[in-house]
């Protein structure tokens, strides 16, 4: 079956919950879970943030990048979280639609900028600026990239056993494709 021999990306925007969902759906499916974002700050030693302050976003997405394909040339099959940025470019694209199935996780604005108010403090684009203006650009220059994942699972309104319940749905459809 398709689900042991290809590994899962989670992508979507910031604040939509990667991470959380990645970590419970790694261990319903007993695989391990990668988080890039943690994976740059263990190789690095610094936090996301202060990559940002000091070197710049390009610096960044260099490093994730570099990060994200190591995993994906690796022999296990993990559930990957990656950041919300990581498809800038169509090559990273279509490296992830090659070598695994891609999952995005679709918000709607008002929930995102409900989610995110309180919770800046690890997102470098988000400090200083207006959320709601910013998060609106951001969506509007990655949704036709995001799009391209094999499967999209909106999680407004949802919990997660929810929208853990229909990733694995998904994936055992998908597989059978």
């Known amino acids: 079956m398709i689900l042991e021999k290809k590994k899962i990306v989670l992508v979507g925007m910031t604040g939509v919950g990667k991470t959380t969902i990645g970590r419970v759906l790694s261990k319903i499916l007993r695989r391990t879970f990668v988080d890039i974002d943690f994976e740059v700050e263990k190789a690095s030693g610094q936090k996301t943030h202060h ?40 090559k990273v694209i279509d490296s992830i639609k090659e070598k695994s199935i891609c999952i995005f996780l679709e918000i709607k604005m008002n929930n995102l900028v409900q989610r995110l108010t309180n919770n800046l403090k ?37 919990t997660i ?11 055992k459809y998908h597989g059978k494709n």
């Open 51 to 90: 990559i940002f302050e000091k070197y710049g976003e390009d610096e960044f997405r260099k490093i994730e990048k570099k990060t994200l394909y190591r995993f994906l040339e690796s022999k296990n099959n993990p559930v990957i979280a990656t950041g919300a940025g990581i498809l800038g470019d169509q």
């Open 122 to 158: 690890s997102r470098p684009l988000l400090k200083n600026v207006d959320l709601k203006e910013k998060l609106e650009s951001m969506i509007n220059s990655r949704t036709k990239k995001y799009e391209q994942a094999h499967i999209i699972i909106s999680v407004d309104g949802l």
């Open 161 to 171: 056993p929810d929208i853990v319940r229909r990733i694995i749905n998904n994936l």
